[in-house]
């Protein structure tokens, strides 16, 4: 194995002969193995072992042989401790979804401080294999179908070609010590189940089950190409709008395609979504209806769907004392000028009558209740009635911020329009500017 593992690095992976990386190690078996294989090849790297604190002295036994080990391999090692079962009840996930999280957030941190260009783990052929076989399992479309990606991101996964038995082989022939954990013995985990009582069977019924399933993946990438060629040509047609965490899609474009609902899923999948039903309704729901991903929101507008991330905080109000000259705001910066002439109005320019202010004055979101007497128009107007008849976007309304004086009286709806009773008009004596740049 060594000198197939010495190829494949210096033929796939020849950065890793040039960067510092850290190598993630349980104990077991497969990063054992590669913490060796690496060992072997003079590579720079460093040992991370996360103790999860969920199997008592076993845990604490792992991350004493981790030290060992790389005391005698003469290789740093970082430990992380975790109270996995409180992060799990809290953020109410699995066990295992809680393990990974913690995982690699803290593999990244470790990176990112200690500037290692890559994170490496023992990911292997059976690996990979248990992980298509589980997403067939659940459900999946071709990305599901493709496994464990060798690289994808900063993550590396040099093992991928490798059988559990050649590891095995060469744990053997070199006497390697490396723990075995107790919990992958239980059939309740889904993995340990394929482990243990499907993958046997089926590599009874056909031993070149990796080797044939190593050439299908080769086959479901080239595929995988055409999908990514046709769904780009496809993107210039039905997304009307990138940019600023939006992107805005075309109905009447994407509903002239052949199987509209693989193109969706094929656009859509990499923002979290899984309600694929809902999705496929909003075509033809009202507008203003949407589907929620847990970092993503799908919204019908019209003839479009307007797919926007969700803001993680709402922004402060912002105070505006008489002296500022600049606002720096979420949606850029305002700029006050004062005795200023009238000129040509547009948008996102307030011409106002400064005697009628009370400083400070106030930048905030509008929110409900809400109302103001617009420039132009006879009476009062809620501002959501003012933002529906202006014909706005559900997330384009979430975005209209509000310049308030008086305590809470709104002199303008910034990009809108001005409140009439703070207009300057010719006659005004002192005019201030506001131009949002």
Known sequence: MNNFFEHHIK???????????????????????????????????????????????????????????????????????????????????????????????????????????????????????????????????????????????????????????????????????????????????????????????????????????????????????????????VSHTVIQQKGNDKLIFDIVALQKLDNTSAYLYELLHDYGFTQWDAILNLLTAQSGKYVYSHSHRLIKDRNFLILQKIKESINPPILITQSEKCISTPFGSIEINRNVRLSKVVKSVAYLDESTLTYPLTLRAWQQGDFFYPYGMVGKKKISKFLKDEKLSLSDKEEVWLLCANDNDIVWVLNHRIDKRFAACSSTKKIIKFEIK
Not at 75 to 98: R, W
Not at 108 to 132: C, M, P, Q, R, S
Request: aromatic fraction near 12%; charge should be neutral.
């Open 11 to 233: 033929k796939n992976f020849p950065f890793l002969l040039r960067e510092k990386f850290v190598l993630a190690i349980s104990g077991g078996i497969d990063s054992v193995a590669l913490a060796y294989l690496c060992h072997q090849m003079k590579m720079n790297f460093e040992l991370a072992h996360c103790n999860f604190n969920l199997r008592g002295q076993e845990s604490d036994d792992d991350e004493a042989f981790i030290e060992q080990l790389g005391s005698n391999l003469s290789i740093p090692v970082h430990v992380k401790k975790f109270e996995t079962l409180q992060y799990a009840k809290e953020y109410k996930m699995s066990v295992q979804m809680a393990a990974r999280s913690l995982r690699y957030s803290w593999f990244n941190d470790l990176a990112e401080g200690n500037k290692f260009k890559y994170i490496v783990t023992a990911h292997h052929a059976d690996d990979n294999f248990e992980t298509f076989l589980i997403n067939l399992f659940r459900g999946t479309g071709l990305d599901g179908l493709l496994g464990i990606p060798e690289v994808n991101d900063n993550i590396v996964r040099p093992l991928l070609p490798f059988k559990r038995e050649a590891i095995e082989k060469f744990a053997e022939n070199f006497n390697l010590q490396w723990r075995e954990d107790s919990s992958n013995t239980s059939t309740k985990y889904v993995r340990n189940k394929i482990r243990q009582e499907v993958l046997p069977i089926l590599k009874k019924i056909n031993p070149q089950l990796l080797e044939n399933f190593e050439r299908t993946q080769t086959y479901l990438k080239q595929t995988k190409s055409i999908v990514d060629d046709r769904l780009n040509d």
